[in-house]
């Protein structure tokens, strides 16, 4: 059953502040709120994102925080506008890494890995995604996604014919069969059991698990990664991990060899990332470490938990190495998951701190990418923390939310689809708990 209670914890927002904010939303018929709301108060103006982007306004959330209505009102515009954007032949598209500046969603070809990421939205922002309101979009979506991956050739690395495309380009040359995987996966823990598109999912994501796995380098990467190699490979190990998940067939190999690529970005005792493959950029480094350490560092904190309800470790003991042997595990695996454990909190806090969260000193599409792999970690991670980052990072995404709903960047990936897809995936997160805590 999947979890969809909202965030209580959510600081209220002051009434006058409320007033203001929401009738700068539309609701989803469009309309906008009452005059008499919108001058109930004396106005709170937004950060001008023009001037935040020239470094002449800092871009601080912490004059304002948002209730969980104005959250929901907040992912409730962007699914308006989202669904508006989807194209006729199912898909969605981020266009030409070389025309930045077009922003009509119906302007550009669709892609497969934008039609991904938008539609794992859907799934996550949807209660019984393939039976309710956005069911027909759904459907639309996946078979584009099916059709791009079963009519390509078998020794291609990916699945679509476009090329330099925004996502392609600053994430990877392959990034559009790395997403498809992953929504392949969260599409199949959506599905009842006798759903007819069960089968033809399980096919093509077998497909795009072989493309993914051979496009594998030597260190544990990923190849032709973009600008900021780092981002694909975390998402391909993602990709994996969830496959597996699901009881797909996964070259356990090719996992370990990815998970330790991620570990080697981030150096615990010196708190310090690797940023060479992260286009020199901490936050793309140190939220790719964490989320890649995340499912090992569950695995490690839940077999010490279980540990001392045996009786077999004290109850005040941590997880370290010599605990984890103790717990049960060998030297070589008490070893590897005590340092993910390590790599993950180190990393998930590091990518809270106000220097890491500029990311490259304005919002683009992978400043939103690696804010929501950071609170997908510290989800899977276990515990509160997860709650007070989304706080902040809520309060930070409906601030720069566009009138119509979207959101877009203002560097590299600049589409308002890729964008608006990632925010309501990092805005619902608390809706997906239970998937991204899957392990096996």
């Given at each position: 059953m999947r979890t969809s209670k909202p965030i209580a914890a959510l600081l209220s927002f002051a009434a006058c502040t409320a007033l203001v904010a929401l009738a700068a939303f539309r609701d989803h018929t469009g309309n906008a709120a009452s005059k008499s709301e919108a001058h109930a108060c004396a106005p709170v103006s937004k950060p001008c994102v023009f001037r935040t982007f020239l470094g002449l306004e800092p871009f601080d959330t912490s004059r304002v925080t948002f209730d969980n209505t104005l959250v929901e009102a907040s992912i409730r515009n962007g699914l308006n506008w989202i669904i508006q954007a989807q194209q006729r032949d199912g898909g969605w598209g981020s266009g030409s890494h070389y025309k930045q500046d077009?922003?009509?969603?119906?302007?550009?070809?669709?892609?497969?890995?934008?039609?991904?990421?938008?539609?794992?939205?859907?799934?996550?922002?949807?209660?019984?995604?393939?039976?309710?309101?956005?069911?027909?979009?759904?459907?639309?979506a996946v078979k584009y996604l099916l059709a791009a991956v079963n009519n390509s050739p078998t020794q291609q690395s990916n699945i679509t014919q476009l090329t330099n495309t925004q996502p392609q380009t600053k994430l990877g040359r392959n990034i559009d069969v790395i997403l498809t995987a992953q929504f392949f996966s969260n599409a199949l823990h959506n599905l009842d059991g006798n759903n007819e598109l069960k089968e033809p999912i399980e096919k093509a994501l077998a497909i795009c698990i072989d493309k993914i796995q051979r496009g594998q380098d030597r260190d544990g990467g990923w190849k032709d990664g973009g600008w900021a190699p780092v981002l694909q490979s975390a998402l391909a190990n993602n990709a994996l991990e969830s496959a597996k998940d699901m009881g797909m067939r996964v070259d356990e190999k090719v996992l370990e060899r990815s998970r330790v690529y991620q570990k080697s970005n981030?150096?615990?005792?010196?708190?310090?990332?690797?940023?060479?493959?992260?286009?020199?950029?901490?936050?793309?480094?140190?939220?790719?470490?964490?989320?890649?350490?995340?499912?090992?560092?569950?695995?490690?904190?839940?077999?010490?938990?279980?540990?001392?309800?045996t009786g077999k470790l004290d109850a005040k003991a941590k997880v370290t190495e010599d605990n984890l042997v103790k717990a049960g595990f060998s030297r070589a695996d008490a070893q590897k998951y005590s340092t993910a454990y390590e790599i993950q909190g180190a990393a998930s806090m590091r990518a809270q701190d106000k220097d890491v969260i500029s990311g490259f000193g304005s919002n683009g599409g992978e400043e939103f990418l690696s804010y929501l792999m950071t609170g997908e970690s510290l989800v899977i991670g276990g515990g509160n923390d997860w709650k007070s980052w989304y706080e902040k990072m809520s309060g930070r995404l409906v601030q720069i939310q566009n009138n119509d709903g979207s959101w877009n960047g203002h560097h590299c990936i600049t589409s308002p689809v890729f964008c608006t897809a990632t925010c309501l995936l990092i805005l619902s997160i608390d809706k997906d708990i239970d998937f991204l805590i899957k392990i096996k």
């Open positions: 077009l922003r009509d969603p119906h302007a550009v070809p669709s892609d497969p890995a934008s039609t991904a990421l938008t539609a794992m939205s859907l799934l996550r922002t949807g209660e019984k995604p393939f039976e309710g309101k956005y069911a027909a979009s759904l459907q639309k981030y150096d615990v005792k010196t708190q310090s990332p690797a940023t060479d493959k992260a286009a020199g950029v901490l936050l793309y480094s140190v939220s790719s470490s964490a989320r890649a350490s995340a499912k090992e560092a569950r695995i490690a904190k839940d077999s010490i938990e279980y540990a001392k309800k």
